[in-house]
């Protein structure tokens, strides 16, 4: 499974490259402009959730930012990276645990989070939703946008942690409130790019979700005594 695995993340930047040249070649140049406005405003959207939803739930949990940061700098970097939540789960739990988090709770938070805490995927679903019906030319009344908005909250649940799932999602969404399927189709040779910014967000907000149960049970920040027996196991571990 190794192999295959470094074998689809050897080959994936041809397949984005030939998606991007068959979007390219179908729609003309001007797409990419419609296409980097899409890009841009999923950055920002989820810029923006981190400032206003994450970090608010942070400062109320009192949650130390700078460990924290450091803690899961690694784990946002591998998955913006490789567009894939699974390959960061265990760096996060080992360094959530050097953290000082209790096993237990990041054994339930994080798998748990994993299919149901998807932040970033349910942004970049609603945002590709809008740009579908504009690029269609289809009449989305705010009514319809909010009902797809509560559809795809209910949906992304349980989506693959694995890159480009969500194009499934979104293409169940269309078909079921009318808009072009073509747009999947157009979306593909950028959501690559968009599909490491959800991901990285979703490891965040996970990754926050285990220390914030921590704080509500109490048992964190640990004994200090604790949290050096357990930086000691954890490097005998390795050692071994």
């Known amino acids: 499974m190794f192999r295959v ?49 994450l970090l608010p739930i942070a400062l109320l949990a009192r949650v130390p930012l700078l460990p924290f940061c450091r803690a899961v700098a690694r784990p946002f970097i591998l998955a913006f990276t490789t567009a894939s939540s699974e390959a960061a789960l ?21 798998p748990t989070g994993y299919s149901f805490n998807l932040d970033g995927t349910t942004l970049y679903l609603s945002l590709a939703g809008v740009f579908a019906a504009q690029a269609g030319n289809v009449d989305f009344p705010l009514k319809k946008q909010i009902m797809m908005m509560l559809t795809l909250i209910l949906s992304s649940k349980g989506v693959a942690a694995v890159p480009r799932a969500s194009l499934v999602v979104l293409s169940g969404a269309l078909a079921n409130f009318g808009l072009p399927m073509e747009a999947v189709a157009v979306i593909i040779g950028v959501d690559a790019f968009m599909d490491m910014a959800r991901t990285s967000v979703n ?14 049970e109490g048992v964190y920040p640990p004994p200090i005594a604790t949290l050096a027996d357990d930086a000691a196991s954890m490097a005998s571990e390795k050692i071994v």
Do not use: D, H, Q
């Open 5 to 53: 695995t470094a074998i689809v993340m050897l080959s994936a930047p041809i397949g984005i490259g030939a998606a991007l040249a068959a979007t390219i070649g179908t729609n003309g140049l001007k797409i990419l402009i419609n296409l980097g406005k899409l890009v841009g405003c999923l950055y920002a959207a989820l810029v923006c959730f981190i400032v206003v939803v």
């Open 203 to 216: 490891v965040l907000g996970n990754c926050l979700s285990a220390v914030v149960i921590a704080r509500w």
């Open 90 to 110: 265990p760096i996060a739990m080992e360094n959530l645990e050097l953290l000082g988090v209790p096993k237990k709770i990041i054994a339930f938070v994080l």
